[in-house]
């Protein structure tokens, strides 16, 4: 089988290796479609401060069971899967009380350890996720992100009926939007600088779009909610930027959740979280529970991730879907590998 491996940042290597062979534990799974991240993307240019090389990149994916070990009896061969791509020690605080998460040991696959970019990839059997037969491989290695989006929806403590802000228009910014809507938000509004993406964004089901280049978000936010704004933002750009934004146009008394990753110290106005008794609170990862809800919102139409698909390469092309995903970021969202 091919396996790629990023041996230094921008050069990936391919090599024909045996096929992998699952311990009495794992799963061995064929590979069928696996998503580029923005994450992957600053492995590929040596800017993701948590990952070294060599590294087998991929981790949003979805694939078929080739074999099972000994000791798994609940997944079969056949079954069309995808993955939770974290691994967790089990034991630290966080994992002791449900939140694994944030394990202080965690190590997800295509950063700390070796992901999928390969035609066979063993898991272990407690990661595999089963999809239902009407998600196809395309929408299933977009449960990942999705997941993504839901946690951070319940981070955010959105209530039925409740309007959100998300800031960022990329594939986590949509799919937390669509998140927000198939979990009861009324209304959802949806910033970014690129006006491709928030076509996007309103096609799927963003009821605002707002260009920050070229609006005002504070007016855009009061003719669309009236003096009461809204009850939730989501910041999913990680930069200093957008974060003061979240802090300027919460509504007193609401909750922004940061699900974007910023890099160095950024500059803030913390003092109106005081004054305007605001939370802000962080959003990593996902748990199983927000895989299973975010399959049950692609399967029943409340996410649609396909529309989000803007390239696809085929495996052996696969320098070439990092730098269309690098170079041509305004005309991508997301750049899907198909085995
Ligand atoms: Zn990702
Ligand atoms: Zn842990």
Redesign the pocket.
């Known amino acids: 089988m091919l396996q790629a491996t990023m041996v230094e940042p921008g050069r990936i290597q391919f090599d024909e290796v045996p096929r992998p062979e699952a311990g009495v534990d794992e799963v061995v799974i064929e590979v069928k479609a696996c998503g580029i991240?923005g994450?992957d993307v600053h492995v590929w240019k040596g800017e993701h401060p948590f990952t070294s090389y060599p590294i087998i990149q991929g981790?949003?994916f979805s694939g078929v069971v080739d074999s099972v070990g000994t000791n798994v009896d609940s997944i079969n061969p056949g079954a069309k899967v995808t993955i939770e791509p974290s691994l967790v020690c089990g034991t630290c605080h966080p994992c002791r009380h449900g939140r694994y998460n944030i394990c202080d040991n965690l190590k997800v696959m295509g950063f700390q350890a070796d992901g999928c970019h390969r035609n066979f990839f063993a898991v272990p059997q407690q990661k595999v996720v089963p999809l239902p037969p009407e998600i196809s491989f395309e929408p299933g290695a977009m449960v990942?992100?999705a997941a993504v989006g839901v946690h951070a929806v319940k981070r955010s403590g959105l209530k039925a009926g409740g309007r959100v802000l998300v800031l960022g228009a990329g594939p986590i910014g949509i799919l937390t939007m669509q998140a927000a809507k198939g979990m009861g938000a009324s209304e959802v509004m949806i910033t970014d600088v690129v006006n491709f993406r928030l076509e996007t964004a309103r096609r799927v089901g963003a009821d605002y779009t707002v260009n920050v280049a070229e609006e005002d978000l504070f007016d855009s936010i009061k003719g669309a909610f009236g003096r009461d704004g809204l009850d939730v933002v989501i910041e999913c750009v990680g930069s200093e930027q957008a974060l003061e934004t979240a802090i300027q146009v919460a509504r007193k008394g609401s909750r922004i959740v940061v699900v974007g990753v910023v890099g160095g110290r950024p500059r803030l106005s913390l003092g109106l979280l005081q004054d305007r008794e605001l939370e802000m609170i962080g959003s990593l990862m996902y748990m199983r529970e927000d895989f299973e809800l975010a399959i049950d919102l692609i399967r029943t139409g409340r996410i649609n991730p396909v529309q989000l698909i803007t390239r696809r390469f085929e495996f052996e092309h696969l320098p070439e879907a990092y730098r269309e995903a690098d170079e041509r970021k305004g005309q991508n969202l997301k750049v899907m590998v198909i085995f």
Request: proline letters at 17%; glycine letters at 0%.
């Open positions: 991240c994450s981790h949003e990942e992100p």
